[in-house]
């Protein structure tokens, strides 16, 4: 978990002020205020973006936005985001909003089949910044009878943080590679964030490398919130030797799934993970889309990054990592409340999942899965033209 850059004159710097932010309302809440306090610059990139009462509002807010002369921009993901409408991507234009699709299927660069746009980030006027996990869509803002998909973001409020990240989306937009391969971060002794990048065509692996390093490190306790958990051989390898030295370790999963093929996938672990030493809990209110991990109560991290390979090696995707103990302390709570809602998964209550039909099923989704993962992310890289090739070897 140490940290590659760190200004020498840090400690003379106003430390970045962070928010934890839960998916739903709340999430919602701070996403209509950052577009309506913009004054000046804007950027919005998600993958989802649905045409639905949830996207609506947020369209007439960027419209908002961009008719009192804010610079407004907005990058979705062309599969992600295949239902929003012509009608709707004019409206934006109109009104000066900067839109465009990441990544159509089949382009004369490239095959687009594994290599999404998975990021969600918002950067407001080069000081606020949100990052999580949360997409913009009905069911992640929830409603009156339906409960929101479980999420988690972070607000940062920086300077140094919303300046790079600034030129960062710009980059994206523009298609400029050159700034993608930049380090971000702010932050002193007490409170560090760094912005972590995962981009394995061009040679960003700093998510997994995070999620490595602070496994291999962790002393006493460890808690991940994992959505299509299917993590690979070495990340496995790490749990299991923490949980050996006596490290609790807790997984928050799916109960419930919107890709139920990954959920039987990750069912096939579970007697694995239990005999490893791993507590197990499966949150069965709603679907489960959080990605965030709290270890040793003094680091955290929240983003897109799904501990499987896809996000590993296929998409484009964000994290924000956290050296502070008061922000562990918060992410961790956070947690613990998410826990207090789950059921625990045992040897005992997993008993009548393991019939032979069902234990065939869940191999069979579990290679099916994985299989499908590899072939999603060879084809990422069988690009016709690329710009800078892929930097460096799995390590």
Same mark, same amino acid.
């Given at each position: ?8 004159n ?11 932010? $839960? #998916? ?6 701070? &996403?209509?205020?950052?577009?309506a306090?913009?004054? +000046? =610059?804007?950027?919005? !990139? ?94 992640? $803002? #929830? ?6 998909? &479980? ?7 920086? +300077? =140094?943080?919303?300046? !790079? ?49 602070a ?13 299509y ?24 999963l ?7 093929i ?6 096939? &672990? ?10 197990l ?8 889309h ?72 869940n ?26 090739p ?6």
């Amino acid at each position: 978990m140490k940290r590659k850059v760190r200004s020498q004159n840090s400690s003379a710097k106003a430390e970045p002020r962070l928010t934890l932010v $839960h #998916g739903g309302t709340d999430y919602f809440e701070q &996403l209509h205020r950052m577009i309506a306090e913009a004054q +000046t =610059e804007l950027h919005v !990139q998600t993958y989802i973006f649905d045409p639905d009462a949830t996207g609506k509002a947020v369209v007439e807010a960027l419209v908002a936005a961009a008719k009192r002369n804010v610079r407004v921009t907005l990058l979705v993901d062309a599969y992600g985001s295949g239902s929003l409408p012509k009608s709707m991507i004019e409206t934006l234009q109109a009104a000066g909003v900067r839109i465009r699709l990441f990544g159509p299927w089949l382009s004369w660069q490239s095959l687009h089949l594994g290599r999404r746009l998975h990021h969600k980030v918002v950067v407001a006027d080069g000081k606020f910044s949100l990052i999580g996990g949360i997409n913009i869509a009905d069911k992640y $803002h #929830g409603s009156a009878t339906q409960r929101a998909w &479980l999420d988690y973001a972070v607000k940062i409020e920086s +300077t =140094e943080i919303g300046a !790079q990240l600034n030129r960062l989306c710009d980059a994206h937009f523009e298609k400029r590679y050159e700034y993608r391969r930049k380090h971000i971060s702010d932050g002193n002794a007490e409170k560090h964030v760094d912005i972590l990048l995962n981009d394995w065509l061009l040679g960003k692996n700093e998510i997994q490398v995070s999620y490595w390093k602070a496994i291999r490190s962790a002393k006493s306790e460890m808690t991940i919130v994992g959505t299509y958990f299917l993590p690979g051989r070495r990340l496995s390898y790490s749990m299991r030797k923490a949980a050996q030295r006596g490290v609790e370790i807790k997984l928050i999963l799916n109960g419930t799934s919107d890709v139920p093929i990954v959920r039987r996938a990750t069912n096939y &672990l579970y007697d694995r993970l239990l005999r490893n030493g791993l507590k197990l809990y499966e949150w069965p209110h709603s679907v489960l889309h959080g990605k965030a991990a709290v270890v040793d109560r003094k680091w955290t991290t929240i983003g897109s990054f799904n501990l499987n390979a896809l996000s590993a090696y296929g998409s484009i995707e964000m994290n924000v990592a956290v050296e502070s103990k008061n922000f562990a302390a918060v992410a961790a709570e956070a947690f613990e409340q998410a826990i207090a809602e789950c059921i625990e998964i045992t040897t005992t209550n997993l008993q009548p999942r393991q019939k032979w039909f069902q234990r065939l099923l869940n191999w069979t989704c579990y290679h099916l899965v994985v299989t499908g993962f590899s072939l999603l992310t060879f084809t990422a890289y069988k690009r016709f033209w690329s710009p800078k090739p892929r930097a460096g070897r799995l390590g």
